[in-house]
């Protein structure tokens, strides 16, 4: 079983950037989706976006559609969050998460349950 470690997180002012990374220890997620999900402080975690297995098919929350880019390097077994324009409403725990059961062609928006293997998150904390 993989784990995944996200990293990146840290303390950028608003209008700035930040490019999260989430690595797999071991194994392949070629055939993976990927997803990142984020929690703020006494809110719900909620989906970030999703990048299919293949790479070619991206889906993002609505609201930060624009903003932020899912990106994979299946060489490098590892799963990118590009996260532009940051405002202090994007600070949160980061989550990347693998959904091993999906065969779809295009990514789409996933739950919590979807998921098979969870990381342990990274902060990213945004200042005004």
């Known amino acids: 079983q993989m784990q995944l470690v996200e990293s990146g997180g840290g303390l950028v002012q608003a209008g700035g950037s930040l490019r999260l990374s989430c690595a797999a220890s071991?194994?392949?997620?070629?055939?993976?989706?990927m997803a990142w999900f984020r929690q703020a402080p006494g809110k719900e975690r909620t989906f970030v976006a999703t990048?299919?297995?293949?790479?070619?098919?991206?889906h993002y929350a609505h609201s930060l559609k624009g903003r932020f880019t899912i990106s994979r390097d299946d060489v490098k077994k590892t799963t990118y969050l590009q996260m532009n324009s940051l405002v202090p409403e994007d600070t949160a725990v980061y989550y990347c998460?693998?959904?091993?059961?999906?065969?779809?062609?295009?990514?789409?928006?996933?739950?919590?349950?979807?998921?098979?293997?969870w990381g342990k998150g990274t902060l990213v904390t945004v200042s005004s």
């Open positions: 998460a693998a959904d091993l059961k999906s065969g779809r062609p295009e990514a789409v928006a996933l739950s919590i349950p979807d998921m098979d293997y």
């Open positions: 071991e194994g392949t997620i070629r055939n993976y989706a």
């Open positions: 990048i299919s297995g293949s790479g070619r098919s991206t």
